[in-house]
């Protein structure tokens, strides 16, 4: 995979984020057997060598172009974690939409039912895209509360826009917040 530690030059970083945008963009458009060196190369305008020299399996490519979504933007916090919640899923149903996360998730789900590496590369995913909101639970609840939680934030979203094709309304993730947070006041 493209070395992380590279030196900064601007040409390097160029030629990891095109590469890795065209590698995403074909697993969105696509799927994940259309990600093969020759279409990456294709798509972003540099050589099979460039892209074999630092991703040497489509996998690899895949991988790396997972890490960049991790960079999708959060809510920035305000504080107050009413505010937070709402504004984090909000921020998880732009990203469903805006960046076909919904492609992206199913795809990622599928093939680590047969591809132990992949399964790595769903909870590092995961891990990244849930920790805004878990942080903000941490004053207000812990363990399988907090995992209930963040399970039925996120739920409500992933449900709503890969069985109803869109994201919750803005009055739907407001009463999910309200409820959640009513619900671990009384607890």
């Not at 919640?85 to 789900?109: I, K, P, T, Y």
Request: charged share 25%.
């Amino acid at each position: 995979m493209f070395d992380a530690v590279t030196s900064e030059d601007p040409r390097v970083i160029r030629t990891r984020k095109d590469v890795l945008a065209a590698a995403m963009n074909i697993l969105i458009s696509d799927g994940w057997g259309a990600v093969t060196h020759a279409r990456v190369a294709k798509q972003s305008g540099y050589s099979r060598a460039t892209i074999y020299a630092h991703w040497p399996r489509p996998l690899d490519l895949i991988s790396d172009a997972f890490g960049q979504f991790q960079e999708i933007p959060h809510y920035e916090k305000s504080g107050d974690p009413k505010t937070d919640l709402r504004g984090e899923v909000m921020s998880f149903s732009r990203a469903m939409v805006e960046h076909r996360l919904d492609r992206v998730l199913a795809s990622l789900v599928e093939h680590a039912q047969t591809t132990p590496e992949v399964v790595e590369i769903r909870q590092s995913f995961v891990v990244a895209g849930e920790a805004p909101m878990r942080e903000t639970l941490l004053s207000l609840a812990s363990g399988s509360e907090r995992e209930a939680v963040v399970l039925m934030l996120c739920g409500m979203v992933s449900h709503s826009v890969l069985m109803h094709g869109k994201p919750p309304s803005k009055a739907a993730v407001n009463s999910a917040v309200d409820i959640v947070l009513r619900g671990l006041s009384k607890g």
